[in-house]
């Protein structure tokens, strides 16, 4: 009788050594797609930007009904590109510290909190000084819409709480250069 040789066939650890290579190259080819890709989309790659720079800033007081004056330094937002980006990628932000949104235009408004990492509070302002309204304690990074319910001219974000923390309410003043310049 003839005898047949039977091949082993493979051994289990040739098996292993196989799959471990095919999850090597897998790997190797994910992570090559991963850094294509980073270097292809970079916003992708840098999630948070940086604070814009280069804004004129001024002095602004707001006068509440009681008579008291509280000082500020804002930042001027008043092009499109700077109203755009406001105070989006700010880690922190002084307690007399703010940003003026000037529109140029008595219109309503709505802001969101986008990219924005610390909570505001958010002072709509009519083309005369008055505040209009006030949204308190906005939520950082919602996309969720905030609107003036009011025709206004200004925006003056603050540190969340100081509307409070101060007394400031609907029907006080806001002074400052660019809203003297703006006042019918």
């Not at 009681?66 to 500020?72: L, M, Q, R, T």
């Not at 700010?90 to 909190?113: I, K, P, Q, S, T």
Request: hydrophobic content about 50%.
């Amino acid at each position: 009788m003839p005898s047949m040789m039977l091949s082993p066939g493979p051994s289990r650890s040739s098996s292993r050594s196989g799959s471990l290579y095919a999850l090597a190259v897998f790997s190797v080819l994910c992570l090559s797609l991963a850094a294509v890709l980073l270097l292809a989309f970079p916003a992708a790659a840098q999630e948070r930007g940086a604070p814009q720079t280069g804004l004129r800033s001024e002095a602004l007081s707001i006068t509440t009904a009681a008579g008291k004056v509280h000082d500020f330094t804002v930042e001027i937002a008043d092009t499109a590109d700077s109203r755009a980006r406001g105070l989006m990628f700010y880690e922190n932000l002084a307690a007399d510290a703010g940003m003026l949104f000037d529109y140029h235009a008595d219109r309503e408004v709505v802001f969101w909190m986008k990219n924005t990492l610390i909570p505001l509070d958010m002072i709509f302002i009519a083309r005369n000084g008055r505040i209009a309204s006030i949204a308190e304690n906005t939520e950082p990074l919602s996309e969720a819409l905030v609107p003036s319910n009011a025709v206004v001219r200004f925006v003056l974000e603050v540190p969340a709480g100081t509307s409070a923390a101060l007394g400031i309410a609907p029907g006080d003043r806001v002074d400052s250069p660019t809203i003297r310049a703006a006042a019918p």
